[in-house]
């Protein structure tokens, strides 16, 4: 099994902080995994995407030009990205600020509303992880007791106390693709 | 391997901590896209605590070098990195090292030129590592990795190397390779060799006050002709051993292929996708990936061009590598170059285009 993931955004949404907790968890279980940021003068607002493969197999290129799933969180990003998904592939996107929706009807779009769920759990910065609990409802990647793990080691521990509140946000996720 | 041996990180930042677990003893740099995470993360590990490490942003990149020539001078494991731009700024001092035989080591993790060019991958500085792009007769030994592993794995490799043959080694890296996160097993841990240990292994160092022997210079200058040819000659031989002896390569699914692409580093990685790709297509495809890109895989090319109907050399720059693959081919099969360059990098996709572009009957 591969999986070849396109997360992008703004800069500041937590994007590659999202796609570096996945790969770190996919670690955790034994898989292979690669992530490769769109690198460049970033800044908050601008864009930002990171491309991340999980694999039971080697995996060759860090760079791919078409996705088995895309994960999009702002209109220029759905612009770019929504054309490279693969047939039968997933698009799972933020409904906030999208003025025009996915038009694909060959592949499975889920929208999600992160953005007003994040507002709903007085937890804004909750938002990436929201979106990360949506993305292993739909492919559950990794164990999210693996996630939760490695949330502890990647944050630094003066940040332990935000684990409930991720955990939280990881599940309300989840949660929301499980009522659609 | 325990599971916790395994880590996830970028290669920039792979290369830094393997730097302080093979007894680097100094580090002297300057920042520049998209390296900057090694003298980032050596600064937030501070190793000056822990083994003894320096490390020193400099003022400038000809600083670095120099600051290299001194500590490789008197026989301390010192290494700089930077990215083209930064490399061009240091080519004086990297003859200096070669023409004086101070071991050094040298990384480059490339973006886009000429100039100051794009903060991009790109691979557009093989000649400058490969030709060098100082002056006179001399080269340096390059590695180029193609993973996070081969980042941290080639800085003692680079050092053996460079203390052996008292030669500077660079790692040739790029963009990709220094900014993409993998699974990586760091090296254990090796002392930074004693100030006894250097007397014993370098007798050649400066290292101050040395009574039992006659002082040591190291200089790149010699004004007599007859000396400087004899110092060339005495170095043409030390390429020539490292030509016989230091070449690296790897190759996957060449036994039965007609057709090779020869890639290094990141391009290899995309090669590798596109040649699982085309298997599946049965299109008889292989690779050759150089790991040292001096000294060349030459005869191994030569030996490989025998049985291919054609060879792609695939580079994320205009088509310099594709130069030493015609001299090692000689004509006996077609040679083709694909690459792309401003810092955009070609997909799997566009190299089974760009093969079936040049390779029409496929």
Redesign the interface.
């Known amino acids: 099994m591969t999986q070849e993931i396109i997360i992008s955004g703004f800069g500041g949404q937590g994007v590659l902080s999202m796609g ?1 907790i996945l ?2 968890s996919a ?2 279980e ?1 898989k ?6 769109a ?3 970033e800044q908050r607002g601008g864009t930002a995407n990171v491309t991340v493969i999980v694999s039971d197999e080697r ?8 996705f088995d799933t895309a994960v999009i969180l702002n209109q220029p990003s759905l612009d770019r990205f929504e054309s490279t998904v693969k047939p039968g592939g997933t698009l799972i996107y933020d409904g906030y600020g999208i003025s025009q929706p996915p038009r694909r009807t060959d592949i499975t779009v889920y929208r999600i509303d992160a953005m007003d769920a994040a507002a709903e759990l007085g937890n804004a910065k909750g938002f990436n992880m929201i979106v990360l609990g949506a993305l292993l409802k739909v492919h559950p990647l990794v164990r999210i007791d693996n996630v939760l793990q490695a949330l502890r080691k990647t944050l630094p521990e003066r940040h332990h106390h935000l684990l409930p509140a991720n955990e939280e946000a990881l599940r309300k996720g989840m949660s929301i693709i499980e009522q659609q | 391997m325990a ?1 916790s041996d ?1 880590l ?1 990180m970028k290669g920039n930042e792979a290369i830094a901590h393997a730097a302080i677990r093979c007894g680097c003893d100094g580090y002297f740099g300057y920042p520049i ?2 390296q900057s995470e090694i003298l980032e993360t050596l600064a937030s590990e501070k190793p000056w605590e822990t083994t003894g490490m320096v490390v020193l942003q400099a003022e400038s990149e000809v600083a670095s070098i120099n600051m290299l020539y001194g500590g490789g001078g008197a026989g301390k494991r010192v290494m700089t990195s930077s990215s083209s731009p930064g490399i061009a700024l240091m080519q004086e001092g990297i003859t200096y090292l070669a023409g004086a035989e101070i071991p050094a080591l040298i990384v480059n993790v490339q973006r886009g030129g000429p100039g100051l060019g794009t ?2 991958p790109s691979q557009g500085d093989y000649f400058q590592a490969t030709r060098g792009g100082g002056n006179g007769d001399y080269q340096v030994i390059v590695l180029a990795p193609a993973s996070v592993q081969e980042m941290a794995d080639f800085v003692d490799k680079a050092f053996t190397l460079a203390f052996r043959y008292r030669i500077p080694v660079m790692i040739l890296a790029d ?2 390779i220094g ?5 990586v097993v760091l090296p254990p841990f090796k002392p930074r060799r004693t100030e006894e240990e250097i007397r014993r292994d370098c007798p050649w160092a400066t290292i101050g006050r040395t009574p039992d022997r006659k002082p040591n210079i190291l200089t790149s200058l010699e004004l007599r002709p007859e000396a400087m040819e004899q110092h060339n000659l005495h170095l043409q031989a030390k390429y020539r051993d490292i030509e016989a002896c230091e070449v690296l390569y790897e190759e996957e699914q060449t036994a039965d292929a007609r057709y090779l692409i020869v890639a290094f580093g ?1 391009a290899a ?2 090669a ?3 040649i ?1 790709i085309m298997r599946g297509q049965d299109i008889a495809v292989g690779l050759l990936r150089p790991v040292t890109l001096w000294p060349f895989p030459t005869e191994r090319v030569r030996q490989l061009s025998t049985q291919m109907k054609g060879i792609l050399s695939f580079e994320i720059n205009a088509g310099q590598m594709v130069q030493d693959i015609r001299l090692a081919v000689e004509g006996r099969t077609r040679v083709a170059h694909y690459g792309k360059m401003g810092g955009i ?1 070609p ?4 190299v089974i285009t760009a093969m079936h572009t040049e390779f029409t009957e496929l």
Do not use: C, F, H, N
């Not at chain 1, 292979?32 to 940021?37: A, I």
């Open positions: 570096k790969a770190y670690l955790m034994g292979e995994v690669s992530w490769m940021p690198y460049g003068p995996i060759s290129s860090p760079i791919v030009s078409t | 599971q395994i996830l896209t998209p903060i991009q963009g990709i900014q993409m996160m993998e699974k990141s990685r995309i590798q996708k596109a699982d990098v997909t799997p996709d566009e």
